[in-house]
């Protein structure tokens, strides 16, 4: 069964880049049916798209974040990682990854979510 | 970054049967239909719906989604103590290139 599980800092600087990384386990990053994406969840809040990336290293990101944001694909070890540089307090979130189906659009597999902070 | 709009909350009671709403425009639900998310506190959000009425294996058959124009809904029969979550809707926004979110409800059974 596919898991994904993310992995980072959980304290980052203002002004510093929060980097993660999504492990992909029990499947191929290289399946064509899918994305592979990161959503985030401020403390109380709902949920936020930040970008996704096919395993050809295609990317899409939400417009709001497009200037701080890198997703990449390392596909020999099964991973996707997420940059965001110049964090503010404003990006204290839960951070999860997640599959995308294709074809459904479908957020359909996800990690279990890393809290990061963004403080001094 | 324009989001779809979800009411904030929905109370109904034991066994009663919820309708939740999901609004967007042509370019994301009209178009491409929406997605349905149960979160339950602390835990990362579960697929129940895409495509307007696909279930994964596993989701009850009490779920059902549909949609009319650029409102998608998501329907819940029976309801169990369990089915108390936010539940959140999604579309992929083709003019935006984008995949947006509801601001989600919050779903109380009495």
């Known amino acids: 069964q596919l898991q994904l599980q993310e992995s980072g800092p959980g304290l980052v600087k203002p002004s510093e880049t929060l980097s993660l990384t999504c492990t992909v386990s029990g499947g191929s990053i290289s399946n064509s049916n899918y994305y592979w994406g990161w959503i985030r969840q401020p403390p109380g809040k709902g949920l936020e798209w930040i970008g996704r990336i096919y395993y050809s290293g295609s990317t899409y990101y939400n417009p709001s974040l497009k200037s701080r944001v890198t997703i990449s694909v390392d596909t020999s070890n099964n991973q996707f990682s997420l940059k965001l540089s110049s964090v503010t307090a404003a990006d204290t979130a839960v951070y999860y990854c997640a599959r995308v189906g294709s074809g459904s659009y479908a957020f359909d597999i996800w990690g279990q979510g890393t809290m990061v902070t963004v403080s001094s | 970054q324009a989001g779809l709009t979800q009411p904030p909350s929905v109370s109904k009671g034991l066994r009663q049967t919820a309708t939740l709403t999901c609004t967007g425009n042509?370019?994301?639900?009209?178009?491409?239909?929406a997605v349905w998310l149960q979160q339950h506190q602390g835990h990362p959000p579960k697929l129940l719906s895409y495509?307007?009425?696909n279930r994964p294996s596993g989701i009850s058959e009490r779920l059902s989604a549909s949609r009319s124009g650029n409102t998608a809904s998501l329907t819940i029969t029976g309801l169990q103590p369990e089915d108390e979550a936010d539940y959140y809707c999604?579309?992929?926004?083709?003019?935006?290139?984008?995949?947006?979110f509801g601001g989600g409800t919050k779903l109380t059974v009495l």
């Open positions: 495509r307007n009425n």
């Open positions: 042509s370019n994301n639900v009209g178009n491409q239909g």
């Open positions: 999604s579309a992929w926004d083709s003019s935006l290139s984008a995949w947006v």
